[in-house]
């Protein structure tokens, strides 16, 4: 349940928390990051799904990881999935509330769902025994 002082966070808001986290990722050891372009029309991150799909199939086929941890909740992934599984290579999906995908959750070894601020309404869907929901707390910025 939401309380009742809660205000939708407005797009100042959001771009701040978004750039918070894109500077605690690129300080992030052994992680790569890759930024698409903005749509015009949208205002919507564009290009990052083909990019993380190529390097997911391409990397598992060089042997440069043992597993995966993907956090998405973008249907567009089960297929570069799927032929990382293949490989051999388990693969583990963590989503946050807004962006769940049953079907990921369903192919991924694990799954897991940030359930941040109890906004999760998976309850009503069938879903998979192995799903752990983890209830988190608002984060302090």
Same mark, same amino acid.
């Given at each position: 349940?939401? @309380?009742?002082?809660? &205000? ?6 959001? !771009?701040?928390?978004? !750039?918070? *986290? +894109? ?8 992680? #790569?990051? +890759? &930024? ?13 799904? $083909?990019?993380? !799909? $190529? ?13 995966? =941890? ?7 992934? =089960? +297929?570069?999935?799927?032929? $990382? &599984? ?13 962006? *769940? %995908?049953?079907? #990921? !959750? +369903?192919? @991924?070894? %694990? ?8 906004? *999760? ?10 799903? &752990?929901? #983890? ?7």
């Amino acid at each position: 349940m939401i @309380a009742a002082n809660f &205000k939708k966070p407005g797009r100042k808001e959001l !771009a701040t928390v978004e !750039a918070q *986290f +894109y500077r605690s990722v690129k300080s992030t050891k052994n992680v #790569i990051f +890759y &930024k698409g372009h903005r749509s015009p029309s949208s205002g919507k991150e564009k290009g990052v799904d $083909v990019h993380l !799909a $190529v390097d997911m199939v391409k990397d598992a086929s060089l042997g440069k990881y043992d597993e995966a =941890i993907i956090m998405t909740g973008d249907a567009d992934l =089960i +297929y570069p999935l799927e032929v $990382v &599984k293949q490989s051999g290579i388990p693969v583990h999906a963590v989503f946050l509330p807004n962006r *769940f %995908s049953l079907e #990921i !959750a +369903y192919k @991924a070894n %694990s799954a897991a769902v940030l359930n941040y601020m109890k906004r *999760f309404s998976g309850v009503d869907r069938s879903l998979p025994k192995r799903l &752990k929901i #983890i209830a988190t707390k608002k984060p302090r910025l």
